[in-house]
Every structure is written in structure tokens, then in C-alpha cells.
């Protein structure tokens, strides 16, 4: 049987009043990943954590938050229960963990029969509230997350997120994190010259439960423009291991802390590439001008529509574009039924050289004037809804410190 003394909430009642409601509790032990209750459900039994930690989570426009952690001797339920509303937000544990539900009735009588235990719940209450209310709100402007995505592979994918997180780091000054999910055969390390000896495989080995400074440990810093990047497992086998429950836990820790997260992705559609693209808050669906890049691009905008994915949260980039492509973007755009939202010019000169060097090309002294790289910053401005300050993008002074000249 459980002490009830583990509970800090019950300890101004007296022991009868515990050993009535050891009868009148409920007690379930749940498996990892399960929601034990969902945002607007109904909420009639005060909720008690035994063992595990569950996070309580809520949808603002269209976006999870994370809204606090529940640890064992915490309760939850006592805002719905005392505003007679439903649930306010959704309960899911992210490892095995162990609940006790204790009846709405049982919990009103133990407010109106002892002040210790009323006063004891009215600060529970006001910690609650502005955390379920106030706190709600203003992490909903926490950081957006951006995927760039495409079934096929070639698209520019990994070079055009890459580009982008890192523009977005270095001259709009944002805080930006770049998570490499192609699992297997990540090419981020690669494109940013970055060493490999930090990635997500690291995670696996963390003691749950994950919390911000074990994701922090092993990012791997992009010296040159402040980006934070969270590599792929070093070995193409151990992809497997990284569930798309590890993946979603880690979005959800790091919104929060950043203005960005940028997703690059495998070219499939998996059960992992579903996850990210439900939690992303833009999809940018990368192709190029070729008839196999329209015909799957239009299967995936369909299947899409199926998911019932909001139309505008997807945003189709057609990379690679020059002036005879052979096929007009008006009628690609007709046939897709959806706009091409950005064009981003083919510059094989610009592009490859920065790829093989290991330097993004928005850092690179080679691209200024050119227009893949004024493409580049439009898509910036687009997903920051600013334009960059005059003043900052001085690229001369920018170019002496990527290459160390004085
Ligand atoms: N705008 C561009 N102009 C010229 N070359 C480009 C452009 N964008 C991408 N490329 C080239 O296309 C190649 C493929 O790009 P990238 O690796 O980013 O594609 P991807 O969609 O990530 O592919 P995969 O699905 O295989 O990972 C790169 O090697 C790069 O050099
Ligand atoms: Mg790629």
C-alpha cells in the first residue's frame, strides 16, 4: 500500500482522513509515451504522481508547449476541478510512471472540513493557474520549428536548411538549433565542417528524465555563427535506435530555449518523418523543376491534405530554378495546386565549392551579390517576418573572421 506521506499535499490531515481515502483512491501504473489525459477532456479526480515524471503539455495556436513537470508528490487537476472546466492541458509520461486518482467529491469535502488543507491547496491553485494561463501564453512565442522536407532525395535539403539556420544565427541574430534526422546518412557535419565526436546517440545513454543541459552537452557548436547543431548517431546502424517519441521529447525541450529549430530530414516517409512533420510549425517542402520531383511532390501535398495538415503550414521551395527549366512554374503550381512560395536559384559554382569546402555559402565572401544568396535571404526574412537590420550584413568584416584574416 502506498504512504501518503510521500504526498507533501496531505500532511496538515489527520491520519483517519488518510486512511479513509486510501480506500476511496485509485492507483494505475502506465507505460512510456502514454497521455493519460488530453487537453479539453473531462477532469473529475484530483491526479497524484506516484513514481515517474509526466509533463503537462498545451496546444497555443497550433503549437505544443511544455508547460512544467510533474515529479512524484505532485498533483494536477486542482484549477479544472475548482473552475468546474475541463482539462486545461494534456498529461503524458514520457517513461513508466505510477498515478493515484482521487475522487473530485472526496477532494471538495477536504477543503470545506480543514483550513490547513484549503490554505495548502490555494497556493497549489495560484502556482497552477499562472502556470496553465499566464506562462501558457507567453511560451507559445517560444521557438518555431522549421522542416525541410521532401520524399525524394537531392532536392538541397540538407544544404538549403543548413544555409538557413546558420543566416539566421549569424545576421538576424536569432538563437538557432539545426537537428540532423537524416539518422543514417546525415550530411550537417559535413556541410558545416563540424567534428564528430558530440551527436544524438549520446541522448540514448542519458539517465532519464532528459532535461535541457543533457540536450545542451551534446550539441556541437558552429564556431562561426553562434548555430548549435545536434548531429546524427556516428554509425548508420544505430539510426534504429532513436525513436520518434526521443525525437519529439526533444523538440519539445528545446522550443523554449530557442527562436529556431530547423529540421533536416531522410528522404522517406516513416513513422519519424510523420512525427517531425506533426510537430513542425513549417514545412518546407524542397523540389526541383524535374517531372519526378512534381509527381511526388504532388502524392506527398495530397497525402498531406489526407493528414489533415493545415494547407499553411506548408510551403513548397523550388530549388535549383534557371531560366529554361523546360517546364513553367505556373503551370507546376497549377498542377500541385499549391504556390511556389520560394524560388532559389541554381548556383552550382557557389553552392558546390561552399559544400565541399565545409562553409556555408552565406558566409562565404564568393556569394555576395549573387542571387541564390539574395534567395536566401528573402526565405529569412519570410520565417523571421523581419528584415535584417542595415548595418549588420557587413560582409567584408563578416568574411575576415570565417577565414581568420586580420
Ligand atoms: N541552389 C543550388 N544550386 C546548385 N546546386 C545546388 C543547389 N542546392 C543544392 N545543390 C546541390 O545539390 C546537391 C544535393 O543537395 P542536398 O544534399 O542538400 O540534397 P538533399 O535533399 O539533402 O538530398 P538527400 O535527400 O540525398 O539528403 C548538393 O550536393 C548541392 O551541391
Ligand atoms: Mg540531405
Known amino acids: 500500500m502506498i504512504d501518503f506521506k510521500i504526498f507533501p499535499f496531505f500532511s496538515t490531515l489527520p491520519t483517519r482522513e488518510l486512511d479513509k481515502l486510501k480506500k476511496l483512491c485509485r492507483f494505475k501504473k502506465y507505460s512510456s509515451g502514454t497521455i493519460v489525459k488530453n487537453e479539453k477532456e473531462d477532469l473529475d479526480e484530483l491526479i497524484f504522481v506516484v513514481e515517474g515524471q509526466l509533463s503537462v503539455v498545451k496546444t497555443f495556436r497550433q503549437r505544443k508547449n511544455t508547460l512544467f513537470n510533474l515529479d512524484p508528490g505532485d498533483t494536477y487537476g486542482e484549477v479544472e476541478i475548482l473552475n468546474g472546466t475541463p482539462s486545461l492541458a494534456s498529461l503524458v509520461g514520457y517513461q513508466e510512471f505510477h498515478l493515484m486518482y482521487m475522487p473530485k467529491d472526496a477532494f471538495l469535502r477536504l477543503i470545506g472540513l480543514y483550513p ?69 546518412f546525415g550530411d550537417q557535419g559535413i556541410l558545416l565542417g563540424l567534428p564528430a565526436d558530440n551527436h544524438i546517440q549520446k541522448l540514448v545513454d542519458e539517465r532519464p528524465p532528459l532535461k535541457i543541459n543533457h540536450i545542451e552537452k551534446h ?40 527562436d529556431f529549430i530547423i529540421i533536416d530530414t531522410h528522404n522517406q516517409l516513416s513513422e ?28 506527398l501535398l495530397d497525402l498531406l491534405q489526407r493528414l489533415k495538415m493545415p494547407r499553411d503550414k506548408v510551403k513548397v521551395v523550388l530549388n535549383r530554378a534557371f531560366k529554361s527549366m523546360g517546364l513553367e512554374p ?58 535584417f537590420e542595415k548595418g ?15
Request: proline content about 5%; some cysteine.
Open 116 to 184: 490547513g488543507f484549503a490554505k495548502e491547496t490555494r497556493d497549489i491553485y495560484r502556482r497552477r493557474a499562472s502556470q496553465l494561463l499566464e506562462e501558457g501564453v507567453s511560451k507559445s512565442q517560444a521557438g518555431k520549428v522549421v522542416t525541410f522536407f521532401n520524399v525524394k532525395g537531392g532536392a538541397g535539403k540538407s544544404v538549403i536548411a543548413a544555409n538557413t539556420a546558420v543566416m539566421l544565427a549569424k545576421f538576424w541574430k536569432k538563437k538557432v538549433v539545426l537537428l540532423d534526422m537524416n539518422l543514417a
Open 272 to 299: 519519424l518523418e510523420l512525427k517531425i512533420l506533426e510537430i513542425s510549425d513549417l514545412v518546407m517542402l524542397m523540389m526541383t523543376m524535374e517531372l519526378t520531383f512534381i509527381k511526388n511532390t504532388k502524392l
Open 392 to 406: 549588420t550584413w557587413n560582409m567584408f568584416s563578416l568574411v575576415k573572421e570565417v577565414f581568420g584574416i586580420s
Open 330 to 387: 505556373a503551370k507546376v503550381e497549377k498542377s500541385l495546386r499549391y504556390a511556389i512560395s520560394h524560388f532559389i536559384p541554381s548556383e552550382g559554382n557557389i553552392v558546390v565549392p561552399s559544400v565541399n569546402k565545409g562553409i556555408p555559402f552565406v558566409l562565404s565572401k564568393t556569394s555576395e551579390g549573387t542571387d541564390v544568396l539574395m534567395a536566401m535571404k528573402k526565405l529569412c526574412a519570410t520565417l523571421t517576418g523581419e528584415e
Open 219 to 258: 550539441l556541437t557548436l558552429h564556431p562561426a555563427s553562434g548555430l548549435k547543431v545536434l548531429l546524427p548517431p556516428p554509425m548508420p546502424e544505430l539510426a534504429d535506435t532513436i525513436k520518434p517519441m526521443l525525437v519529439d521529447q526533444i523538440v519539445d525541450i528545446l522550443r523554449p530555449h530557442y
